[in-house]
């Protein structure tokens, strides 16, 4: 009998490893795909940048910005790199089961992102609330799903949407809410130029959305101490 269960779970164990490496092997080959086009698209970019400091009318040939157009190339990838990400990728192996269904909140995400009007940053905190249905994820994870959709250009709007909409998505949980807080560069350095404004942008999901009570304890934990 004891043979008998401990060669299942040396099945168990053994077929865990072996999904473990396949998703590493996964993750491996993609980001090699990611990074092969990225190089294929950095000339393109670069000249692109070339281009737009001549037309500025600067000197792309002065010292100072003789690798500006190689090196701003490769900032806007990694700027954008969550346009090559998906939260199926990040989530794999990180959901576990657990009977928990109390509210979970992580609060103040540091979020950067691209406006995509002005191409400049807007940034500031994200804070996730979600209700368990049955399923957990590793809490890290909720900051890398903010990453992907951050490292996109965005509207905050947009931004808030699409994360709670990934969690709903991954986790089919009783509830996602999420809340940004941002400072828009737009509207500090150009336009308007208001230093101290930000924006609150809010999404509520199942029962976030259905019951004032939930919705009211997700925002009364959520502000700042």
Known sequence: MNGHCNGKLNDGFSELIIDSKKSAAHRKHETSRKEA??????PALEAAYTSILSELGEDTDRQ?????????????QFLTKGYHETVEDILNNAIFDEDHDEMVIVKDIDMFSLCEHHLVPFFGKVHIGYIPNKKVVGLSKLARIVEIFSRRLQVQERLTKQIAVGILEALQPKGVAVVIEATHMCMVMRGVQKMNSRTVTSTMLGVYLEDPK???EFLTLSQRV
């Open 37 to 42: 086009e990225d190089m294929s698209r950095l």
């Open 214 to 216: 939930t919705r009211e």
């Open 64 to 76: 100072g910005l003789l690798r500006t157009p190689l090196r701003a190339a490769k900032a806007m």
